[in-house]
């Protein structure tokens, strides 16, 4: 079993403060955005076979699902201590969550069970969908609703098609998507004939719920989600590139891999042809308190990933030159995407490129117990923000006011 000393040691040298080392993961059918700031040469460093790095994983608990060449510790998180050697985030959890998430935390959900992502493409990928708890049960996963928030400071380039094509238009009927499916190996089925695309707004975002049909577009996404990496696509070409049958299955029980009705019927079909798509599902940031009192304190925080009890996430800005105590519920995962400061006296900074392998200062993690006591951030700078993206896993009661029912 994992040494739970090692984590208690790693908590007290950091104050609550635990670095991680960046998570990168590949996928076979992508071509990367090229805006993760990982250097040019490392884009393929798994390999060509294995695809490009379009996906950079943070504070992961989650091996990713990239089929049988998936690396051991693929899409896991390293802790790395003030002092000693690096250990997987999971091992840490299991050995010793209380003291990352608290005991009550451990006690309710077991784990992290949170799962969150940049997400880089140059163009779009194929119209898939992710199983819901019910479907995904059958094959040993977890459903996954996910969230997306398109960080200002990752998109000054918007790549080759800044849209993503979510849900379906309202009057498509169960018969059409057949019909696509029977087309599978005709090149382009056509579903996206029968979608809706939306234009994506840098410092807007969107909830995607499972069963709900969506191809992202090419903006960088931060993706609060699930800790599952279940999925099927629904699209049979994309941008010219075939999309096997393999990857609408992969998360399906083998007697139902030809049975239309049953993928059909893993969609959640009221939330796709939902008239009020938009309004239903797009989020726009929330401030945590009223913006002029945040900022003569020398800070503003706000919303961005919210709705929902499984996850919720902030954007946290902190004014040139000022040094804020900033409090919170719940133990989370950050990623800073400006600037550079301390934060409970764990330096940090945003780096202009990175190595494949290589340690950097943007990503962190925060026990409960010292998020509920108030983190210090300072930054330094007399002309730039710092700008952190926080993740928090299930049952965040600081968002419990912002749930909905959808």
Not at 117 to 125: E, L
Not at 243 to 272: C, F, G, Q, R, T
Not at 381 to 387: A, E, G, H, I
């Amino acid at each position: 079993m994992f040494d739970r000393a090692k984590v208690q040691e790693a908590v007290n040298a950091g104050s609550g403060v635990l670095r991680l080392e960046p998570t990168w993961v590949p996928r076979s059918f992508m071509i990367p955005g090229r805006r993760l700031k990982l250097h040019p040469d490392d884009l393929y460093a798994f390999g060509g076979h294995r695809g490009g790095i379009n996906e950079r994983w943070f504070s992961s608990t989650t091996k990713a699902s990239n089929g049988p060449a998936t690396t051991p510790d693929e899409g896991l998180s390293y802790v790395h201590p003030a002092a000693g050697t690096r250990f997987l985030l999971k091992d840490a959890v299991e050995a010793a969550g209380d003291l990352l998430l608290g005991a009550d935390v451990m006690e309710r959900e077991g784990g992290w069970n949170l799962l969150c992502k940049f997400f880089d493409n140059m163009g779009p990928i194929p119209h898939h969908m992710h199983q819901s708890d019910e479907f995904a049960s059958k094959v040993g996963f977890k459903g996954k609703p996910e969230a997306y928030y398109f960080p200002p400071q990752y998109n000054q380039l918007f790549n080759n098609f800044p849209h993503t094509y979510m849900g379906l238009e309202p009057g498509t009927t169960k018969d059409d998507i057949r019909r696509c499916l029977e087309r599978w190996n005709q090149g382009d089925n056509g579903i996206t004939f029968h979608a809706r695309a939306y234009r994506l707004e840098p410092g807007s975002g969107w909830q995607i719920d499972p069963g709900i049909l969506h191809a992202p577009g090419s903006l960088v996404t931060y993706e609060p989600q699930v800790n599952s990496d279940v999925f099927a696509m629904f699209q049979s070409e994309v941008e010219g590139r075939i999309v096997p049958w393999d990857l609408l299955v992969k998360d399906v029980l083998p007697e139902y891999h030809h049975d239309l009705d049953y993928l059909i019927s893993m969609l959640d079909w009221e939330a796709n042809v939902n008239p009020e798509f938009g309004a239903t599902n797009k989020r726009h940031p929330v401030p945590v308190s009223p913006v002029a009192e945040m900022e003569e304190a020398g800070y503003r925080e706000m919303w961005v990933t919210y709705g929902g009890g499984y996850y919720s996430a902030k954007e946290l800005t902190v004014l040139p030159g000022r040094t804020v105590t900033i409090k919170d519920a719940a133990a989370y995962g950050l990623i800073v995407t400006q600037g550079y400061g301390t934060l409970g006296g764990t330096p940090f900074s945003t780096p202009s490129m990175i190595r494949f392998g290589q340690l950097t200062e943007d990503e962190l993690f925060v026990t409960a117990a010292a998020a509920q006591e108030g983190v210090k951030v300072t930054n330094p700078s007399t002309t730039d923000p710092v700008v952190i993206l926080k993740h928090f896993g299930p049952g965040n009661p600081d968002a419990e006011p912002l749930r909905r029912d959808l």
